[in-house]
DNA sequence: TCTGGGGTCCTTTTGCCC
DNA sequence: TCTGGGGCAAAAGGACCC
């Protein structure tokens, strides 16, 4: 498929207004983060770049072109990605800059539709039917906005146009970085059936295995596979949702916002933990903490779960319902504490452990009975007050006295407060 | 090669009720 | 009274995505 000349622009052989059938966009920013960060370090530019952790357990969360030509690719362990490219000027992610940056560009979708459905900081689907009158067609629309966030953020993007989310997704990465794709209905199977079987969204390594196995290797094959023998080998919803996109089937709409099921906070330990005072009081800041994104967010919870990564890396969850939803950050941690104990771990090495709510509503529609006298009420007052406290004076002012560092906690708490680490 | 942190969705198991 | 099983919700695990 040739890039960006499918279709002479402006010769309408559709509907009215569209010259291809396509009505979504996929607009992804290009190595978002790295290039978020080389706006304010523009001496890096044409270096290899990677935004991590600096700890030795950090995973890669971006990196430039020049570093991904080394092999160097998002999620892959630093320590790796150092190995493979030890010129790599490494950069320690500022989140607060993504977030403006995103919500610059979102800002740029929503000129064009409000019908933009974000799908994480660097991405959308935009739904354009609406906006072919005032706009052009779904190419211009395209390529306008790619003028314009290049132009107001100096930052490239990348746009897939299609008739369906999945596959104006899989153009856009096709086109990466800095171009455009289009789709036209007529063209979408020859487009899907000679990519690799893990171009499909939802299909992950151990899928993918599955698929091999099976002597499946493109999307193409997948086609020509009875649904029944992948509902088999993958399970039912699995297997008829990869024969659907395997012939471009997507019945998905763009929506613009879906609220949040669940919220939580999880923390993987420099070094692994057994120390179950230091396990507890972990668990008493990330209850806090998500109890704190609930409040903020007006929103309750009545499942509450906790997450527990042995030194291994086996994974195991546990939860608990309540009766009554909660934003009560005490009543989170007493939850998630119970369930840690009941696990009766002995002293199990642990690399992370996490806490998350669940089964989240709106606070305002939910029957408050807690007001009444019930345990989580002084609770709750008090919460509120730090909330208050933390809008004036920035989060962290106001703590549980065990969240408090001591001087023998370590050189993390020195650092704040003397500025070096000298001891 | 040694694997973050934020999530969603699906499947299987289990316990309960009738 | 015992047993089977349908239906349901909760719990647990796991794959996957960015």
Redesign the pocket.
């Given at each position: 498929m040739s890039r960006g000349q499918l279709r002479p622009i402006g010769t309408p052989t559709g509907p009215p207004g569209d010259d291809t059938g396509c009505t979504v966009l996929h607009v992804d920013m290009d190595a978002f983060f790295a290039s978020v960060e080389l706006l304010t370090r523009p001496e890096l530019r044409g270096l290899p770049v990677i935004v991590g952790?600096g700890g030795?357990?950090?995973?890669v969360?971006s990196a430039t072109y020049e570093a991904r030509a080394f092999g160097v690719h998002s999620?892959m362990?630093m320590?790796?990605a150092r190995r493979l490219c030890p010129q790599a000027v490494v950069v320690p992610p500022s989140s607060g800059a993504y977030s403006r940056a995103s919500a610059n560009v979102m800002e740029v979708f929503r000129a064009v539709t409000p019908l933009v459905e974000p799908?994480?900081l660097?991405?959308a689907f935009l739904d354009v039917r609406g906006a072919a009158k005032r706009l052009g067609t779904p190419r211009q629309i395209g390529e306008e906005i790619r003028a314009t966030i290049e132009d107001e953020q100096g930052i490239t993007c990348s746009v897939g146009v299609a008739t369906t989310k999945f596959v104006a997704?899989l153009a856009s990465a096709r086109c990466k970085p800095d171009g455009l794709l289009v789709v036209p209905a007529g063209e979408v199977v020859a487009f899907l059936h000679p990519l690799p079987v893990g171009a499909l969204?939802?299909?992950?390594?151990?899928?993918?295995e599955v698929l091999r196995k099976l002597g499946l290797h493109t999307v193409g094959d997948i086609a020509n596979t009875p649904v029944g023998t992948l509902q088999r080998a993958l399970?039912?919803?699995?297997g008829a949702h990869l024969s659907a996109l395997s012939w471009g089937r997507d019945e998905r709409s763009v929506v613009p916002h879906e609220p949040?099921?669940?919220?939580?906070?999880?923390?993987?330990f420099a070094v692994d933990v057994d120390d179950p005072t230091v396990i507890a009081r972990e668990l008493l800041r990330l209850s806090e903490r998500t109890a704190a994104?609930l409040r903020a967010g007006g929103q309750v919870g009545r499942?509450i779960s906790i997450k527990i990564r042995f030194s291994d890396?086996t994974?195991?969850?546990?939860?608990?319902?309540l009766p009554e939803a909660t934003d009560v950050g005490r009543t989170v941690y007493e939850t998630a504490l119970a369930l840690y104990e009941a696990l009766r771990l002995e002293r199990a090495r642990l690399r992370?452990v996490?806490v998350?709510v669940e089964g989240i509503a709106d606070e305002a529609v939910q029957t408050r009975q807690l007001q009444l006298g019930e345990k989580d009420s002084g609770w709750r007052e008090a919460e509120q007050a730090v909330d208050k406290a933390s809008r004036r004076f920035g989060a962290g002012a106001v703590r549980p006295a065990a969240l408090v560092r001591t001087e023998q906690d370590g050189p993390s708490f020195d650092r704040h407060i003397r500025g070096k680490r000298d001891r």
């Open positions: 952790g030795s357990r950090g995973v969360l999620a362990p320590m790796r799908i994480s660097d991405e997704k969204w939802g299909v992950g390594e151990k899928t993918e399970g039912p919803a699995v949040d099921k669940s919220i939580g906070a999880e923390e993987t994104r499942t890396f994974t195991i969850t546990r939860s608990k319902t992370l996490g998350r």
